[in-house]
């Protein structure tokens, strides 16, 4: 499985971003893609899952400012970011996962910056 991200750079307080994770190859096992976030080198934390059965769940440290959408007939799924803070500033991560919870790919990470 391949997964391809765009989107990220740099936004004001308050602004917002997407970021895209294109999903191509073998992806029969896929069960869900996540969004990760890495701060500083740090571990990276989960921010968001949406199942290929299209459910959502967001991590409860940006519920309501984050969601995740998807473009079945792109297999692409967006993570958008509003109202965004400082602390949202991280290398963000979207992974597809089997159902057993087994990482089949990363993406190559997207800077988000969003200066104090």
């Known amino acids: 499985v391949r997964l391809a991200q765009s989107g990220g750079g740099l936004a004001q307080a308050g602004g917002s971003l997407r970021l895209s994770c294109a999903v191509s190859g073998d992806t029969d096992t896929m069960n869900s893609v996540k969004w990760f976030r890495q701060i500083d080198g740090k571990k990276r934390d989960l921010v968001g899952t949406?199942?290929?059965?299209?459910?959502?769940n967001i991590e409860d440290f940006v519920k309501g400012r984050f969601s995740i959408s998807t473009d079945n007939a792109k297999n692409t799924f967006y993570l958008q970011m509003n109202r965004l803070k400082p602390e949202d500033t991280a290398v963000y991560y979207c992974?597809?996962?089997?159902?057993?919870?087994?990482?089949?790919?990363w993406g190559q990470g997207s800077q988000v910056t969003v200066p104090a």
């Open positions: 992974s597809a996962v089997d159902s057993f919870g087994v990482s089949l790919g």
């Open positions: 949406m199942t290929t059965f299209g459910f959502e």
